[in-house]
Every structure is written in structure tokens, then in C-alpha cells.
């Protein structure tokens, strides 16, 4: 066995005993991106081309610092984004709501379908609308100085790589409750994973002490954004205009009467994300 896969069932024990949840897939992740090569060459790697910074960065992994912060790139769908301290690192969960946004803006019988990202963090859902709907025009709004930076920093990125993709993301400064009052009536549909976590409760330490709290909190039950994006869909789209929110697991049920028919909205769901558990509410404005 090549000195680096030794070093690697090492750094899987110490992870393991740190209490990291995937210990290997952190291991080798990790030693990937020390190393320049893809999770599946590992096993090329020289003896002479190890590169012990490799126990820095298991060590930050050990402290329970976030895999991301430590390669720095985080994917998404089909896009690989830039993201550290000062932004939420985007979730698998939230791919299973984007990808429901996806299909039905490819739906549309619209020349130019417009999709609005509140709060748009890395810009993971507003990029992957983009790249994934070429005709549509995405809005992404972003409050926080240091997550729009964020923001801006992937959009410039994939500019690089797809400029039509990137040509047809906007980012706007602004809180939710003000934002894009110049698109009022107009919208197809508002996408949004807002914090939802209740003040007070328990979180792990990859999030409780590195993600931002804006990004986290917000209110005693979780919802107060939520009933945010709620008043903001309700101005922004158009009628049979569609909402997409993400929540927490136990929410769904809460989150529904958000978007219940006696708050004037129709065709209100809950949907699940991979691991079967209630992940986002969607609805259409009457």
C-alpha cells in the first residue's frame, strides 16, 4: 500500500474518533484536493509526491471545521462554487427543490421565463437555474455584504466557463421584504432557501460555528423568513406565478398553512428530498 493510503486509514481513524460523520469520504475528499488528483487516483499518487500539509488540513477537518472551507469548492448539481467564511455551504437537500424549479420552468410556455432567488447565498440555485433553463432570466438577491461577495465571486467564476449562463443571472443587494419591487406582478417563479432553523436549537459544530447565523436562525418557531418569502412571492409573481421554499425536516406540516389556499395561494404541496423526509413547500398564485 502506497504511503499515502496509509496516511489516509490514519486520518480516517482520527476523524472517526472526532466525531465526523463521513470520516473516510472527508479522508479521501481531503486528500484529493491536497494532492491535485481526483477521489478515484488516490492511489497513483507517488510515495516521494506526499505532501504532509495533508495533516493540516485533517486536523481543521478534526476540529470540525467544514470540508468546504477546507477544499474551498462546494458542488452543486452541475457546478462546482467557491464558498468559505461569511456563506452557507449549499446542501444536497436544496438540489431536490432546485431540480423541481428546473422542470418546471422548462415547462413553461414561456419565451423567457424570470425566476427569482431570495436570499441567494453562494448562488447555487440562481446558477444552476441558469445554467440548467437557458431561456430563463434570473434575479438573485442577497442581503449580507460578505455572502453577496460570495455571490458575485461564483458568478464571475462561471462566467469563465458558460458566459451565457452567467449573462442571465442578475444580483441585487436588498433584504427580502423590499426587493425587486420593479418586477412586481411579473415573475414565474420565486425560489428561496431561507434560514429556518428555530433560535436556541441544537446545530453541529461544522454549522453552529462556522456557517453565518443570518443564514441559519430566524425566529422562535424557524419561520419568520419563511413568512417573509410567503409576502414577497405573493407581490413578485404573476398570476399562476409558482413559489418554491425550503424548510427543515419537521416543519412541513407548519409550512404548508403558510402557503394554505386561505392564504391565497393554490395547488399547495409538500415534497420530500432523498432521504424521504419533508424538505420544501411549493404553491401557485391563484
Known amino acids: 500500500m502506497s504511503l499515502l493510503m496509509n496516511e489516509i486509514a490514519a486520518a480516517v481513524t ?13 479522508a ?9 488528483v481526483r477521489r478515484g487516483e488516490l492511489h497513483l499518487v507517488k510515495d516521494a509526491d506526499f505532501d504532509p ?7 481543521r477537518r478534526a476540529a470540525r471545521e467544514p470540508l468546504q472551507h477546507i477544499t474551498g469548492i462546494a458542488y452543486f448539481r452541475y457546478l462546482d462554487l467557491e464558498v468559505g467564511p461569511g456563506v452557507f455551504v449549499p446542501r444536497p437537500e436544496t438540489e431536490v427543490m432546485t431540480g423541481w424549479a428546473i422542470d418546471r420552468l422548462t415547462a413553461m410556455d414561456v419565451a423567457e421565463p424570470i425566476a427569482v432567488d431570495l436570499g441567494s447565498g453562494s448562488g447555487a440555485i440562481a446558477l444552476a437555474i441558469a445554467q440548467e433553463v437557458p431561456r430563463a432570466r434570473v434575479h438573485a438577491v442577497e442581503g449580507d455584504p460578505l455572502a453577496r ?15 451565457h449562463v452567467t449573462g442571465r443571472v442578475t ?52 419561520l419568520d423568513a419563511i413568512r417573509v418569502v ?19 425536516a419537521p ?8 402557503f394554505a389556499e386561505e ?24
Request: aromatic share 8%; charged share 20%.
Open 28 to 36: 479521501e475528499l481531503i486528500a484529493a484536493h491536497r494532492h491535485g
Open 149 to 163: 461577495a460570495w455571490t458575485a465571486r461564483n458568478i464571475e467564476r462561471s462566467a469563465l466557463a458558460a458566459p
Open 230 to 248: 410567503e409576502r414577497v412571492a405573493k407581490r413578485l409573481l404573476r398570476p399562476g406565478g409558482l413559489v418554491a421554499v425550503e424548510h427543515g
Open 14 to 26: 482520527r476523524l472517526a474518533d472526532a466525531g465526523v460523520e463521513s470520516p473516510r469520504t472527508d
Open 53 to 59: 500539509r495533508y495533516w493540516d488540513d485533517i486536523a
Open 171 to 222: 444580483l441585487h443587494a436588498g433584504d427580502f421584504e423590499s426587493a425587486l419591487a420593479e418586477f412586481d406582478g411579473t415573475v414565474d417563479l420565486v425560489i428561496s432557501n431561507p434560514p429556518y432553523i428555530p433560535v436556541g436549537a441544537w446545530v453541529p459544530p461544522e454549522v453552529g460555528e462556522y456557517e453565518p447565523a443570518a443564514a441559519l436562525f430566524s425566529g422562535t418557531d424557524g
Open 251 to 258: 416543519q412541513g406540516a407548519a409550512v404548508y398553512w403558510v
Open 263 to 286: 392564504c391565497g395561494w393554490l395547488q399547495t404541496r409538500n415534497h420530500r428530498d432523498l432521504a424521504g423526509l419533508d424538505r420544501f413547500v411549493t404553491a401557485s398564485l391563484p
